[in-house]
C-alpha cells in the first residue's frame, strides 16, 4: 500500500518557522480529520505530537500546529529550537482494508 | 502513567516465526485498541495492524494478512503480536502502540528488534 508523501528533509534556522506537509488522497487525509504527526529521535520509539489533525496532547509544546486544506495536512514547527531535530511522521486513516498509513518520512535539521 | 513493555530482542531464522509481547499498565487494558507498527533499519514507520483489546477483534493491513496474528491476555493485560514465515526484509523494529482519539497512536511500547539472518 502507498504511503503518504512528505518531504525528505526541512531545515531551519533556530527561531524560524518550518512547515512539514503529507499528501495523501481522498481516502485518507482528505476524506477525514484522523491526521496524526510523531516526532522521532534515532533509537527511540515516536512520540504523538498532533492528532485529529490539529489537537495537541497534554504535554506538547504549544510551538507544534497542525492543519490541513483538502488532501494535504501540515505540521508547522514556530521558534524552532535544536531540541526539534528529530525525524518527523505523519499518520492517517485510511478507508480501504488496509486502515491505517504512515508518511515517508522528514528529517527536520536545525542549521 | 501509561506504559508498555516489550519483549526483548530476537534472532530467527528465514522461515521461522517470532512472538512479541507487550505488556501495558497505567490504564484499562481493555478501554483501548492497540496498533502494531514496525520500522526497518533506516525506514519508515509501517502500520501492521490493529487489535481490539476488549473483544480480540483485530485488523490486519493488507502487507503481512495471512502471516500475522495478534492475540491478548486481559488477566495479564498483554497484546502479543505473532509473525510467521520470516524473511531477511522482515528485520526490524516492533511497536506496540495505544490506540486513542483519531486512530492516533497516543503511547508506544519501546520497541523489540527482530533480526531475521541464516
Known amino acids: 500500500q502507498s504511503a503518504l508523501t512528505q518531504p525528505a528533509s526541512v531545515s531551519g534556522s533556530p527561531g524560524q518557522s518550518i512547515t512539514i506537509s503529507c499528501t495523501g488522497t481522498?481516502?485518507?487525509?482528505?476524506?477525514?480529520?484522523?491526521v496524526s504527526w510523531y516526532q522521532e529521535y534515532p533509537g527511540k520509539a515516536p512520540k504523538l505530537m498532533i492528532y485529529?489533525?490539529?489537537n495537541r496532547p497534554s504535554g506538547v509544546s504549544n510551538r507544534f500546529s497542525g492543519s490541513k486544506s483538502g488532501n494535504t495536512a501540515s505540521l508547522t514547527i514556530s521558534g524552532l529550537q535544536a531540541e526539534d531535530e528529530a525525524d518527523y511522521y505523519c499518520?492517517?486513516?485510511?478507508?480501504?482494508?488496509?486502515?491505517?498509513?504512515f508518511g515517508t518520512g522528514t528529517k527536520v535539521t536545525v542549521l | 502513567q501509561v506504559q508498555f513493555v516489550q519483549s526483548g530482542a530476537e534472532v530467527k531464522k528465514p522461515g521461522a516465526s517470532v512472538k512479541v509481547s507487550c505488556k501495558a499498565s497505567?490504564?484499562?487494558?481493555?478501554?483501548?485498541?492497540l496498533h502494531w507498527v514496525r520500522q526497518a533499519p533506516g525506514q519508515r514507520l509501517e502500520w501492521m495492524g490493529w487489535?481490539?483489546?476488549?473483544?480480540?477483534?483485530?485488523k490486519y493491513s493488507q502487507r503481512f494478512q495471512g502471516r500475522v496474528t495478534f492475540t491478548r491476555d486481559t488477566s495479564a493485560s498483554t497484546a502479543y503480536m505473532e509473525l510467521s514465515s520470516l524473511i531477511s526484509e522482515d528485520t526490524s523494529v516492533y511497536y506496540c502502540a495505544r490506540s486513542s482519539y483519531g486512530w492516533s497512536l497516543d503511547s508506544w511500547g519501546q520497541g523489540t528488534l527482530v533480526t531475521v539472518s541464516s
Open positions: 497505567g490504564y484499562t487494558f481493555t478501554n483501548y485498541g
Open positions: 499518520g492517517s486513516y485510511r478507508s480501504s482494508s488496509t486502515l491505517h498509513v
Open positions: 481522498s481516502s485518507d487525509v482528505g476524506g477525514y480529520n484522523y
Open positions: 487489535l481490539n483489546a476488549g473483544n480480540g477483534d483485530a
Open positions: 485529529e489533525v490539529s
